[in-house]
């Protein structure tokens, strides 16, 4: 059975700007064909077992020739897969698509073009550039401006393009600015007209050389520029003064790695875009229900709820976890009506009153010390105490409560074990420097990125780390982090995410570069 090819335009490089029929297609692809202009981010969204494939070119270097692009397309579909071709921008505009498309149909294979959102026009909005506008240019032209200075003069009537339009967006033509200012000089365009080069535009990496016809070659030498970059010429330039935003926000230019499991990460990666940076997800952990002994003993525990004094909830997953085994155990919170309820930190009091839960709000610290110091007075000697936890808790609570006299039932509700992910595209940003910051939000974030870095065949993780500044919810996080041999130079004020997302926010500021 013949299989079917999608030829999907992954948008310009923020993964974001996918559109949904597109993420749509790599979910169900069983084989991704991507490029370099794709960001690698979205193959994480293929599911389990997706096969994908590199196919990228520089200019100085094809992975593969075109011709071996469409016919790999056309034998994966007679294979029956379903093949999704990841392109960068829209699979139309300069991408190959129609000569993709052309095979497929000599070949009797179905297809279907899903448009992205090309770079001509979402690059230069990034860099507060709009390619019209109604005072300044009606019109654009959009022209590939990567091949030879022969070619081009092939391709291009330069007599009608230079003044076709207000607007000119060159695609890929950083190599050939002189002698692209040069013609569109010689053709009537004024040398002072404005011209911007817009590199790796929506991404961590953006960078914007701005100039006029006259001097961008010079500029562009003395500045080392070098591709992808994307060239507007025309008025519309000057707007970037007033309209430049992306560059403005928070966190603009930093790639930020986030070790949460994929359920816990949201509010953090969805915080740092928010923010104008670029999140890489990379979940070391995953949260899981307890099995075997683990287990029974939970269900023990759970099989009393009417007889403690006391439940300490000391973090959301243990809350979500805690009302996954009542339900499992058809059980409800009712059983707990002798307890008194507190919460160890505001997101942690927020899980429960989402279940309609009026748990007490800890004062002070948000960690498992400030219990102690809240409720030392009230802590009575035999009085039965529920801690409803994860695996890999720490001992110093029950131990501080024994110590008083409590007993103390330590409930595991769910056990973190390694995500197991493999990702070749995280060593390569750590090796060149491109991973700015780290956010640790766990001991065990610490201990499991470390060892998947090293089960990745990184033979000095903390040494690959050094690039890259350390960020940690709390202090026992950082603890655990310094005492692996890494550097923490970010630590949250409070041991939550929006705290510590404002600490990365402070060190942007602080003069890190961009």
């Known amino acids: 059975m013949t299989g079917r090819v999608y030829l999907v335009g992954a948008g310009p490089g923020d993964a974001r700007l996918i559109t949904l029929k597109g993420l749509d297609c790599i979910e169900k692809g069983d084989v991704i064909v991507y490029d370099r202009l794709a960001n690698p981010s979205l193959l994480r969204k293929a599911k389990p077992g ?12 094809h992975t593969m020739k075109q011709e071996d692009i469409s016919r790999l397309l056309v034998d994966l579909a007679l294979a029956g897969k379903t093949v999704v071709r990841l392109k960068g921008g829209d699979p139309t505009v300069f991408g190959r698509g129609g000569e993709e498309a052309e095979l497929l149909r000599k070949h009797g294979i179905p297809y279907e073009i899903v448009p992205g959102i090309t770079a001509a026009i979402s690059v230069p909005a990034y860099a507060g550039i709009p390619v019209t506008h109604r005072d300044l240019a009606s019109s ?5 401006g990567h091949e030879s200075p022969d070619k081009l003069d092939l391709s291009i009537n ?17 190599a050939n600015i002189g002698y692209i200012s040069k013609q569109l000089i010689a053709h009537g365009r004024p ?8 590199r790796w535009g929506t991404r961590a990496e953006q960078e914007t050389l701005t100039g006029t016809l006259a001097d961008i070659e010079q500029k562009v030498l003395d500045a080392g520029f070098k591709p992808p970059a994307v060239t507007v010429v025309g008025e519309v ?16 230019g930093k790639r930020i790695l986030v070790t949460r499991s994929r359920s816990q990460a949201s509010d953090l990666v969805r915080g740092i875009e928010e923010l104008g940076g670029e999140p890489y997800e990379f979940p070391v952990i995953q949260i899981s229900m307890p099995s075997g002994a683990a287990l029974e003993r939970t269900d023990e525990a759970l099989s009393r709820l009417e007889t403690y004094d006391w439940a300490f909830f000391t973090s959301v997953n243990g809350v979500d976890y805690f009302f996954k085994h009542l339900e499992r155990l058809g059980k409800d919170i009712r059983a707990l009506y002798k307890a008194r309820i507190a919460a ?3 997101a942690t009091l927020a899980a429960l009153r989402e279940r309609g839960i ?5 004062p002070g610290r948000f960690q498992a010390e400030g219990l102690l110091e809240a409720y030392g007075p009230e802590l009575v000697p035999g009085q039965s105490v529920l801690l409803p936890r994860g695996d890999l808790a720490r001992a110093w609570l029950p131990e501080a409560l024994r110590d008083q006299g409590l007993a103390v039932t330590e409930a595991v509700m769910y056990e973190t074990v390694p995500a197991g992910e493999k990702d070749e595209e995280l060593i390569k940003l750590l090796e060149k420097g491109r991973i700015h910051a780290v956010t640790f939000t766990s001991s065990s974030t610490v201990t499991h990125l470390l060892a998947a870095l090293s089960g990745m065949g990184v033979a000095d993780p903390v040494a690959a780390l050094r690039g890259a500044e350390i960020a940690c919810i709390g202090p026992v996080t950082a603890r655990t982090a310094e005492e692996a041999g890494l550097r923490v130079s970010i630590l949250a004020k409070e041991a939550t995410i929006p705290s510590l997302i404002e600490a990365l926010c402070d060190w942007k500021e602080r003069g890190a570069s961009v």
């Open 237 to 252: 330039v000057n707007q970037r003064e007033q309209l430049l935003w992306a560059e403005a926000m928070p966190l603009f």
């Open 140 to 144: 654009v032209s959009i022209i590939a």
């Open 158 to 174: 330069w007599e009608k393009v230079t003044n076709a339009t207000g607007t000119l967006v060159f695609m890929m033509g950083v």
């Open 191 to 198: 040398p002072e007209t404005p011209v911007a080069l817009v």
């Open 358 to 362: 009026a748990a007490e709000e800890l």
């Open 50 to 61: 997706a096969e994908k494939i590199y196919v990228g070119k520089r200019t100085d270097r």
């Open 344 to 346: 160890v930190g505001p």
